[in-house]
């Protein structure tokens, strides 16, 4: 790859202070081959010591940006934050706990760049999770791609080199229910995927929770297809059909019973998957920002800002000196 390549390494964080010094020295020594580069943290509400272990390295390396969130806005929101503010042509995302090595990163950028993709995704080869990790997402996206008829970059992971300006295009688009690997092939972008190494996690634990990772998959597939909706129709007409077989046929007490505890059960579970898709248009008009900046040593936008007042107040009152992102924010559009 060129020595002149843009590029931007951006890397989610939440409560990694056992991982951040260690992915900094990683990461910064592949990216700085590059003579465009930045390293970009992002602190998604960290209540350990992250967020000061980040701020010492960015005094001593003026390559080294952050934005630290006001609360924990979840890992969409915290990359869409990086893809904002990403100052470079290009942004690899790479994660704090190391489990994708920097150094394959170059791979990604190269198949980019000679290929003209906008997006070129990892798919884990020799993957390092737990089973059920692996079974989990090999389940989710069969059933997303093949039984749903959502496109997504298969095998995909959150290990990827993106065009700056088309993920922000991502990042901008008003879905309900954000989720950039399923956005991104819905604005015409072109994308493929390649192989990279993949390792354990060097310290600290996952942060992802079975719960968290159900709740993930629905969010996929409510929030971008309609097909569940018709097993509400299937399963109506099905219960339907069973209520007449049983008005007119001679039935046992017991068969009676289960036949109404399974209508039941139907009818309940139609109502919950209704009602994801009421919370899916709720979440669309609420109108909430998708991420606050509590503090950053790069220019914010005010819209971003959560205590933009304070600039206000120091330009209109000569008030007292308050931090650059705050003091920059209305530098931004």
Request: aromatic content about 8%.
């Amino acid at each position: 790859m060129p020595a002149t390549l843009s590029i931007t390494a951006m890397v989610p964080c939440f409560n990694e202070e056992e991982c951040i010094e260690q992915a900094y020295l990683e990461i910064k020594r592949e990216i700085y081959r590059y003579e465009d580069s930045e390293i970009l943290f992002v602190d998604d509400g960290s209540t350990d010591g992250t967020l000061g272990i980040i701020k010492r390295i960015a005094a001593e390396d003026s390559r080294v940006h952050y934005l630290s969130l006001a609360r924990n806005f979840g890992l969409e929101s915290a990359f869409t934050a990086g893809f904002s503010y990403a100052s470079k042509e290009w942004t690899v995302q790479l994660d704090a706990d190391l489990q994708s090595p920097p150094a394959e990163l170059h791979k990604l950028a190269q198949r980019a760049v000679e290929g003209d993709y906008d997006a070129v995704f990892a798919t884990r080869a020799g993957r390092q999770d737990p089973w059920h990790r692996r079974l989990g997402t090999y389940a989710h996206q069969a059933i997303a791609t093949r039984a749903l008829g959502i496109e997504l970059p298969v095998h995909a992971s959150v290990f990827r080199v993106v065009r700056t300006s088309v993920a922000r295009k991502v990042s901008e688009c008003r879905v309900s229910t954000p989720y950039f690997l399923a956005t991104l092939p819905l604005i015409g972008a072109r994308y493929t995927t390649m192989p990279t190494a993949h390792a354990p996690r060097r310290a600290g634990r996952a942060k992802w929770s079975l719960a968290g990772l159900c709740r993930h998959a629905v969010d996929l597939f409510v929030g971008f297809s309609y097909r569940p909706l018709a097993l509400v129709y299937f399963a109506a007409a099905g219960a339907a059909a069973a209520a007449a077989v049983l008005a007119v046929a001679p039935a046992a007490p017991r068969l009676l019973a289960v036949a109404s505890v399974l209508l039941h059960a139907l009818g309940i579970g139609a109502l919950a998957l209704i009602s994801r898709y009421m919370v899916r248009i709720m979440r669309g008009g609420a109108g909430l920002p998708r991420y606050q900046i509590r503090e950053a040593n790069v220019p914010i936008r005010p819209r971003d800002d959560l205590y933009s007042h304070r600039n206000e107040i120091h330009e209109t009152t000569g008030g007292r000196a308050v931090s650059l992102s705050l003091s920059q924010t209305g530098k931004l559009p």
